[in-house]
């Protein structure tokens, strides 16, 4: 007898660029090519292409990225051919939209699909809650923490034959602070203009210029800690803003109008986070909506960072306050500046202590090498029938 065939996985995404799901294709693919299968990823493109190539997958450009149907609808023949062309087994989608046109491919070929649900999503009308819904309507749904599967529970009341939870896993072997070269951390303190001998205390917000990430309200919280009298900070802003200039705008503004252009840099994209971390003393991740996971939330603790991020969220879960960082209430500059003050006066003993716990939870419960062979387990569940 012959040994079993190895499967063939198409992912669906509306682009490949920087966030946690676009990440978790990558490192899905990658696992499933180095388990001796073949994975196939569709997307508009982005900056995670070379390294989903790399990485042995292979790339198919498709506009997936929009919400018109008629495109879905082509979309969805496009998608069949190429699932047919490709032997493909299995469809694994990762958003909404394009969820459409993968239930549609599917009614086209016979394949199976599932869908990966990354994000906590609002429905105010029972029409959004079923456009929603369509993250459920494959063989199984895979939660990202276990607040995402309570969410899954209450608002599309799933049985729990159809779901799995597998939480958000980080790439210990790219964030891992001993394998983070001085020279790259300096370097990235030159790009971003950060003296070396600035003994201020560094605070990092690391994600795109969108008011649901709650630069807005660290802003206010550090014009709080300023108008105490405090100036033993300094905050660093990084992302891009994709389009969002009046909300970028308004965040310089905001800076300007506390007195605080010496102490908040509104910086772009960076690549090399797990430098980035080690320029920071402290991580915050202050999102003014629930995370359904968290990522950058998780990625400073694996490389020995504590962090001050909201109460709500799948960051319940990934942060210890008092243990791993602290925790906040969402949106209230107040307490956000509360979280930083006792942050700022744990001092860098206390703060590294607490790294330390941080770094050995997440290698503990979240490793990116326990997500992919979870998903690559659930997989074989789906195709096992």
């Not at 990202?144 to 210990?172: C, K, P, W, Y």
């Not at 014009?223 to 965040?251: K, N, P, T």
Request: proline letters at 6%.
């Amino acid at each position: 007898m012959g040994s079993p065939k190895k499967p063939v996985v198409l992912q669906v995404i509306p682009d490949l660029d920087a966030g946690g799901a676009e990440r978790s294709a990558v490192e899905v693919a990658a696992a499933l090519v180095e388990a001796g299968g073949r994975a196939l990823v569709v997307s508009s493109g982005g900056r995670l292409v070379p390294e989903l190539e790399a990485a042995g997958a292979r790339f198919v450009p498709m506009p997936v990225n929009t919400k018109n149907p008629l495109t879905g609808i082509v979309n969805a023949w496009r998608l069949a051919l190429l699932a047919r062309a490709e032997a493909v087994d299995l469809l694994h989608v990762r958003s909404r939209a394009p969820a459409f046109s993968v239930w549609l491919a599917s009614a086209l070929t016979g394949l199976p699909w599932l869908a990966t649900y990354h994000g906590i999503y609002k429905a105010r009308s029972p029409i959004k809650r079923w456009y929603n819904a369509v993250m459920t309507r494959g063989r199984l749904t895979i939660a990202n923490s276990a607040f995402t599967a309570e969410h899954l529970r209450r608002e599309h009341r799933l049985h729990e034959a159809r779901m799995v939870t597998i939480n958000r896993g980080v790439d210990l072997d790219r964030f891992d602070p001993a394998l983070v070269s001085k020279a790259r951390v300096d370097a990235l303190r030159a790009a971003w203009g950060v003296d070396p001998a600035d003994r201020r205390v560094k605070v990092l917000l690391a994600g795109r210029l969108t008011r649901i990430k709650g630069q807005l309200p660290l802003v206010q919280a550090a014009a709080r800690l300023a108008a105490a009298g405090r100036r033993d900070f300094l905050i660093l802003l990084v992302g891009d803003d994709q389009g969002r200039s009046a909300y970028r705008a308004e965040v310089e503004a905001a800076v300007r109008a506390a007195g605080l252009t010496g102490a908040v840099k509104v910086l772009p994209h960076c690549a090399d986070m797990p430098a980035a971390y080690l320029v920071a003393d402290i991580v915050a991740v202050p999102s003014v909506v629930p995370e359904s996971f968290g990522r950058t939330a998780v990625e400073p603790q694996a490389m020995g960072r504590p962090v001050v991020a909201s109460d709500l969220g799948g960051m319940t879960e990934t942060v210890l306050p008092g243990e791993t960082g602290w925790r906040a209430v969402a949106g209230d500059p107040e307490a956000l500046a509360k979280a930083l003050a006792e942050a700022l006066d744990a001092g860098p003993r206390r703060r590294a202590a607490m790294g330390r716990a941080g770094a050995e939870r997440v290698r503990r419960l979240y490793s990116a090498r326990a997500m992919t062979d979870a998903t690559l387990a659930a997989y074989a569940r789906v195709l096992g029938g």
